[in-house]
């Protein structure tokens, strides 16, 4: 049972360049969530899918966009880099919504140059 | 809209003192808390919730609806509770909003 896997661990990134975040979830959970870590801040809301087919925007959007074609995989999309988008980046799933606690990934630590 | 406020950045303590995290929320709503914790090299992991008024590792939390506080405590600190903590809200069926986190030191 791997839980939530997040691929890759870290990324450099050029400018304008784009890449694709991967999260995939092996427990049959329903939600899943992008967040965000900055330094010393907390984790700020990406995207989350309550299902597959349904996505919504969190606090943080512009700059991605997120997909949920199956239940598993939840890909975060970030088009045309910019340096604000260096962060820590956590995807986590919750069986039926956040009261029922969340399972993490190990985190993606990308750098935009 | 919900914010969760966690005022120290570090809290350093010595082992067998008592700890105090301290967390504050503002929502208009019936708030649901959690507290999660993640140690060295480790992901994030639920700690403990609210709803289930439930001790772990020694660790207790009390929602105080005056004074909005959901405050972390643990009467005897050991070494291996070093980590970095994070209070998170549930505004109902959408996501966690958490706060910035406090480093916890538990030195010998």
């Known amino acids: 049972n791997a839980g939530v896997t997040q691929t890759p661990k870290f990324r450099i990134l050029k400018i304008g360049q784009s890449m694709t975040l991967q999260c995939a979830q092996d427990?049959?959970?329903?939600?899943m969530y992008w967040y965000r870590q900055d330094p010393g801040m907390g984790l700020k809301l990406i995207y989350y899918s309550v299902g597959a087919g349904i996505t919504d925007k969190g606090e943080v959007p512009n700059g991605y966009n997120v997909s949920r074609s199956t239940t598993e995989d939840f890909p975060l999309r970030l088009e045309l880099a910019a340096p604000s988008q260096t962060s820590v980046y956590f995807c986590a799933s919750s069986l039926s919504g956040p009261d029922y606690g969340y399972t993490f990934g190990s985190g993606t630590r990308l750098t935009v140059v | 809209a919900q914010r969760v406020t966690q005022p120290e950045k570090l809290l350093s303590v010595f082992k067998g003192a008592p700890v105090e995290l301290k967390c504050n929320y503002s929502y208009s709503g019936s708030p649901e808390l959690f507290w999660y914790v993640q140690y060295s090299r480790q992901r994030l992991q639920l700690l403990l919730r609210h709803i289930s008024r439930e001790s772990i590792k020694g660790f207790t939390a009390d929602l105080n609806k005056g004074e909005t506080s959901f405050h972390l405590k643990k009467p005897f600190a050991q070494e291996e509770d070093s980590a970095m903590y994070y209070c998170?809200?549930?505004?109902?069926?959408?996501?966690?909003?958490f706060g910035s986190g406090t480093r916890l030191q538990v030195q010998p």
């Open positions: 427990m049959n959970h329903n939600y």
């Open positions: 998170a809200l549930s505004p109902g069926r959408r996501a966690l909003t």
